[in-house]
């Protein structure tokens, strides 16, 4: 719901509904709402798992909307109110919580792939091409074939033909 200043207090303006997950981009009256929005509006919802996939992603938002003097609040959620200075204060705790727990995540993450490739483990998806198909596209490669024709004699994607060539060329550069 959006709400602006008026001479009584707060006036209804809009509702926007979308009926997709809050975790979903492709929020179209989301978008409408946010495009709809002008300095000195107050966006009220309903819950913040309405608004935002992620903590962090609330917080954007949040700070977003209040670069844009549009403020923000929660209905259920009476603690994250930016109207008043309390809601405020209690938003920006929110954010910095936020933020130390996304740096937390990625330490977290760059440790297990360290610990993953001491142990001999390299992530991402296999190879579509085997070690002999590398080999040949190499060599008709060198022999000025297009990578096209590599691609449909080996019986892979041209996409997988280019990244095994870009490979093997980063491998020997290094």
Request: proline share 3%; charged share 25%; with cysteine.
């Amino acid at each position: 719901m959006l709400y602006r200043p008026g001479d009584t207090g707060w006036e209804y303006v809009a509702t926007f509904t979308d009926y997709a997950s809050g975790s979903t981009r492709d929020r179209p009256e989301w978008q409408r709402c946010l495009d709809f929005l002008q300095p000195g509006n107050v966006l009220v919802v309903w819950k913040l798992d309405r608004v935002g996939r992620s903590t962090a992603d609330l917080a954007r938002i949040v700070t977003e909307l209040d670069q844009r003097g549009i403020q923000f609040k929660s209905l259920t959620e009476s603690f994250l109110d930016t109207t008043t200075a309390d809601g405020r204060l209690i938003f920006h705790i929110f954010s910095a919580l936020a933020e130390h727990e996304r740096s937390r995540m990625l330490e977290r993450t760059r440790a297990g792939l360290e610990a993953a490739r001491a142990r001999g483990r390299v992530g991402g998806r296999p190879s579509t091409m085997t070690p002999a198909q590398v080999t040949a596209a190499r060599t008709m490669h060198a022999k000025k074939t297009p990578i096209t024709e590599i691609a449909q004699v080996l019986g892979v994607a041209r996409m997988s033909v280019s990244r095994a060539l870009r490979k093997q060329q980063a491998e020997q550069s290094a």
